[in-house]
């Protein structure tokens, strides 16, 4: 039995799966704040109580909103502040009594999909969360590339490629540069986009339901979403040439973005011909949860 954990910064979720990926039990609590021990404790009890209702001891690894610094050994980049500056991984498995394994959650996102997900049997998969926020990740071989710095597949702040000149400097972005990819694809960076352009104050869902329904504004907005998406993957597709890339995240659940980013990606990737599926996330939301318990991998 494989358990998996998905720290967010309200909920903890817990599911156990077995050899074939199959989920068996699912547990979630609250995220205590403030206290670190607490968060500890809480993962270490949701562990326990999974197994008593399994009957089995497993494995056990943890998706958390930041990384482990391959520098310190300390959690840094997570917005569940508790965390930050400690051996998560090293505390855990002192208190499990078993080595766990954490990695960002993102990463355990690709990772899902990639083992049994919507990129599995690729060799190179190259995973988008694209929500409030914009994150990535890239599985190789069925493993995690994390990278010298814990920050491999990190693509939203990079600057958005090919910027047009009323895309420059681009809006500010909370890491310090303007004009990164999270603050053009974000789902609320579509909505400013679409609210600047027009006046309405419309959520991303809504645009796109709309730009369904022919509103010429919509589409409008969503073609130049669809472009800048494209840009931002073709720098990654010229890089990386993965086998699959899979979007996740609220945004993903636009339909028209595999229909239409396909079409502009010719533009922009150094290629004569351009195959790269772009697909969406086979296990939604449970992606991150599936893929903590997936750091343990098949043998
Ligand atoms: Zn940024």
Do not use: C, W
């Given at each position: 039995m494989r358990i998996g954990i998905d720290l967010g910064g309200t909920k903890i979720e817990g599911i156990a799966i077995d050899e074939n990926g199959v989920e068996r039990q699912r547990l979630r609590?609250?995220?205590?704040?403030?206290?670190?021990?607490?968060?500890?404790?809480?993962?270490?009890?949701?562990?326990?109580?999974?197994?008593k209702a399994y009957g089995e001891k497993g494995s056990v690894g943890v998706g958390i909103p930041g990384a482990i610094s391959p520098a310190t050994g300390l959690v840094k980049?997570?917005?569940?502040?508790?965390?930050?500056?400690?051996?998560?991984?090293?505390?855990?498995?002192?208190?499990l009594d078993r080595e766990v394994r954490v990695a960002n959650d993102a990463n355990c996102f690709v990772l899902s999909e990639a083992t049994d997900g919507a990129g599995a049997g690729g060799q190179v998969v190259f995973g988008v969360i694209v929500g409030t926020g914009v994150g990535g990740g890239i599985v190789v071989d069925?493993?995690?590339?994390?990278?010298?710095?814990?920050?491999?597949?990190?693509w939203g702040h990079n600057p958005l490629a090919w910027p047009r000149d009323d895309e420059r400097p681009g809006h500010p972005c909370f890491c310090g540069r303007p004009g990164c990819n999270e603050s053009f694809l974000a789902g609320p960076s579509l909505a400013r986009d679409h609210r600047l352009a027009t006046g309405q104050d419309l959520k991303a869902q809504e645009i796109a339901e709309r730009a369904e329904g022919?509103?010429?504004?919509?589409?409008?907005?969503?073609?130049?979403?669809?472009?800048?998406?494209?840009?931002?993957?073709?720098?990654?597709?010229?890089?990386?040439?993965?086998?699959?890339?899979?979007l996740g995240g609220g945004v993903s659940n636009i339909d028209r973005l595999y229909r239409e980013v396909p079409l502009v990606l010719p533009k922009y990737v150094f290629s004569d011909k351009v195959t790269t599926p772009i697909v969406k996330a086979k296990f939604g939301d449970s992606s991150g949860v599936r893929g903590a318990a997936w750091l343990w991998p098949k043998r």
């Open positions: 609590v609250p995220t205590p704040k403030g206290s670190y021990a607490a968060v500890v404790q809480a993962i270490t009890s949701l562990v326990a109580d999974i197994e980049n997570a917005n569940t502040v508790e965390l930050i500056g400690h051996p998560l991984d090293k505390d855990l498995s002192r208190a069925g493993r995690l590339l994390t990278g010298a710095h814990a920050i491999a597949g990190e022919g509103d010429p504004q919509a589409i409008a907005t969503m073609v130049r979403y669809e472009d800048r998406l494209a840009r931002a993957l073709a720098v990654i597709i010229n890089v990386l040439d993965p086998d699959f890339v899979v």
